[in-house]
């Protein structure tokens, strides 16, 4: 199902995520998936309840990286004007404060002046509750990130896997959910780095798909992000490509393509303020939403999700 915005009185109680507002419906809405009643079961034994400060999306702990003055020269497609440092440091802080403000207890490394891309934690590695999977990230010069992203990691984590020589994936390019791993192939991301990553993840107990990311997509995430267990806010080529058959899918509004990379943390979605049309739909459905300014950090290709390691 896919859902465009468009005008209409909100028939949801206002600011609560859906897996909250579930536990307020009486009648099914016509069209959702049967995962939009009651509780939602997953994997066996996993139980997201209607809470939405427990379940799928609850973390505890972050791990983010304060910029270095190198983030300017980090990699970009656009190269039109420059990203400013100053206001990439007060869009980071703010970030980190958002997180706390939540809740999370968040490790703030420190910069590595040598790695402009290292602000963006979430592409050398993927962490769960359970273990760590050190990655590979598919750009040469971020490669020396690992070294120093191990020893943070080995501080909250027993288990830590790797990924060896040749197997490339980035962070970005891996959207968890309660039912499916989805690993995106891209520029970034190479299949024997997919098929390494299906591998790890298989031994944590997380069942892994490989998918294609849309053309012209730097990373799967760029084009998507997980709002609900059943619930996927998407661009219209991610919508195209059959990737998320079986979700309830809410399409990015013309024009704000760049708002899919969002972050649902508890019972908030974290959303740059730059895309007030897509503020407008996530609060038509009810979602609680906390638009942050990312438009400094928007200049590098990046997005909320690229700032920080969750669990």
């Not at 859906?18 to 307020?24: P, V």
């Not at 040598?114 to 979430?122: G, N, R």
């Not at 830590?160 to 891996?174: H, P, R």
């Amino acid at each position: 199902m896919v859902l465009r915005l468009k005008p209409r009185e909100s028939r949801t109680l206002p600011g609560l995520p859906r897996t909250k507002r579930q536990a307020f419906t009486t009648q099914k809405s016509p069209g959702l998936l049967p995962a939009d009643r009651g509780f939602l079961f997953f994997n066996a034994a996993v139980l997201v309840q209607t809470d939405g400060m427990t379940g799928f999306f609850h973390f505890s702990h972050a791990i983010t990286r304060a910029p270095g003055t190198s983030v300017i020269h980090g990699l970009r497609t656009d190269l039109g004007v420059a990203p400013d440092y100053e206001g990439i440091a007060a869009e980071h802080g703010a970030y980190v404060a958002a997180l706390r403000d939540l809740g999370l207890t968040v490790d703030v490394l420190p910069p590595l002046e040598d790695y402009p891309d290292s602000i963006f934690v979430e592409d050398p590695a993927l962490v769960f509750s359970e273990g760590a999977i050190l990655l590979r990230p598919g750009a040469p010069s971020r490669l020396g990130e690992r070294d120093d992203m191990r020893r943070a990691l080995a501080r909250h984590f027993e288990h830590i896997a790797e990924l060896a020589e040749g197997e490339n994936a980035d962070g970005g390019d891996v959207l968890v959910t309660p039912s499916m791993v989805f690993i995106g192939l891209s520029q970034r991301t190479n299949t024997a780095g997919a098929t390494a990553l299906c591998r790890h993840l298989s031994a944590l107990g997380r069942a892994a798909r490989v998918v294609a990311t849309p053309a012209g997509v730097l990373h799967l995430k760029t084009a998507c992000a997980l709002l609900a267990v059943d619930t996927v806010l998407v661009t219209p080529a991610m919508a195209a490509s059959g990737v998320f058959s079986g979700f309830r899918l809410l399409l990015t509004p013309d024009g704000e393509e760049g708002a899919a990379n969002a972050l649902r943390l508890h019972d908030t979605v974290l959303v740059s303020d730059a895309y007030p049309c897509t503020i407008e739909l996530l609060n038509q459905e009810g979602f609680r939403v906390r638009p942050l300014c990312v438009r400094q950090i928007a200049k590098l290709d990046a997005g909320l999700s690229c700032l920080s390691l969750r669990w």
